[in-house]
């Protein structure tokens, strides 16, 4: 027995909470298009970023540790994989749109430059006087304007509901719209699902990659409340473990107890406020996808930890130094040499500038692609 688009959306209606996103209800595409006969709107979105050269690239881009460093860390693709599976667990424990959520969480990175967040530190620095540079706003543009597959208008056509999940940033400010629609000042569920989705699931493989690097120590980790706990759920759970098995489960702990703090306060916070609509729920007293207090008080600790003995680690710290100035380099030698970038890029400097382009065709490199560039332009050389 299959289904078509008109059954998926009646088993929406059926069973989805009615504060949900239902894809017969999105509100819509810039550009209108026929429905598929199968797929709901919202998986027809996943599909169309999952089949983009942006999504792609996420594979070459650096999460902590550099691109081609060694090949069991993360990188910005296996981050945004893992992070899509914490997405869908949630927003079927919520009773939420699953391929909503997953569609956010698969593009929210796809904006994001090179070597990790000190290229998009660079690359803000240098777009300062132009409008700067935000990854979540890049996500955004990347999908709307610089992906080219379909004729007739640019970028991928998204949902509003995918296009609005991508502005977490924007959402809290007064008045924030997209296309004449509030996005705030909380996010819909879906959304907020996949913004903790993102934390939660760096806290846990972070680690994973910083401990195999050598970086961070057993003996550093056991100094800390979360560690601790998940620690102790680990000696509660199995006996007679090595420890290199110990610290395996004890990380997966660490993913497990975040996502089962999130759903007791989340229901806790929905059955305080009781939202009926998605408006009721962007416009509750609180956001309703949120950990507790005790375990932000424990993530604290634990992401401080993190930025001093891992992001900022010497061993990470300088060769990602080391690879932003040359991005930097790279960046000037397209602004002084436009004719370096490819045609389609080049196309877009009359109505994007220069300094825009140059800005979108470098936040597009992978970290391979752009050292690959500064080598054959003998930047840093």
Request: proline share 4%; glycine share 6%.
């Amino acid at each position: 027995m299959t289904h078509n688009r008109q059954e998926w959306e009646t088993l929406e209606a059926k069973d989805l909470a009615p504060y949900a996103a239902h894809s017969a209800n999105s509100l819509g595409r810039r550009h209108p298009e026929v429905d598929h006969p199968v797929r709901p709107s919202f998986q027809r979105d996943r599909d169309r970023v999952l089949h983009s050269r942006c999504f792609r690239r996420l594979e070459y881009k650096t999460q902590v540790f550099i691109n081609g460093t060694a090949d069991h860390y993360r990188t910005r693709l296996t981050h945004t994989i893992e992070m899509t599976a914490v997405g869908r667990t949630l927003a079927r424990a919520f009773r939420v749109n699953e391929d909503l959520t997953e569609t956010i969480c698969l593009a929210h990175d796809v904006g994001h430059s090179p070597f990790g967040h000190r290229g998009e530190a660079v690359l803000d620095d240098l777009m300062k006087e132009y409008g700067g540079f935000d990854h979540n706003l890049q996500s955004l543009r990347a999908i709307e304007k610089l992906e080219n597959q379909y004729p007739g208008f640019s970028g991928l056509n998204l949902t509003w509901e995918v296009r609005a999940g991508l502005l977490k940033h924007e959402a809290a400010n007064p008045d924030a719209e997209l296309d004449g629609h509030p996005i705030g000042p909380f996010q819909y569920l879906e959304a907020q699902i996949a913004d903790v989705a993102d934390d939660m699931s760096y806290h846990a493989h972070d680690v994973d990659d910083g401990l195999s690097a050598g970086l961070i120590t057993l003996d550093q980790l056991r100094e800390l409340a979360f560690w601790k706990l998940a620690a102790a759920r680990t000696d509660e759970q199995y006996q007679g473990l090595d420890e290199d098995q110990h610290r395996r489960i004890t990380i997966r702990n660490l993913l497990d107890l975040q996502a089962r703090d999130v759903l007791r306060e989340g229901h806790r916070r929905t059955e305080a406020h009781q939202p009926q609509t998605i408006a009721d729920v962007m416009n509750a007293p609180e956001r309703l996808v949120a950990f507790s207090d005790e375990m932000k008080l424990m993530l604290k600790e634990f992401s401080t930890f993190l930025y001093r003995q891992l992001y900022y680690h010497p061993a990470v710290a300088d060769a990602n130094t080391e690879a932003v100035e040359l991005m930097r380099g790279l960046f000037h030698h397209y602004v002084a040499h436009p004719e370096a970038m490819g045609k389609k890029a080049r196309e877009r400097i009359p109505e994007e500038g220069l300094m825009r382009t140059v800005c979108d065709y470098v936040a597009g490199c992978t970290d391979r692609y752009a050292l690959e560039e500064c080598e054959k332009y003998g930047i840093g050389a």
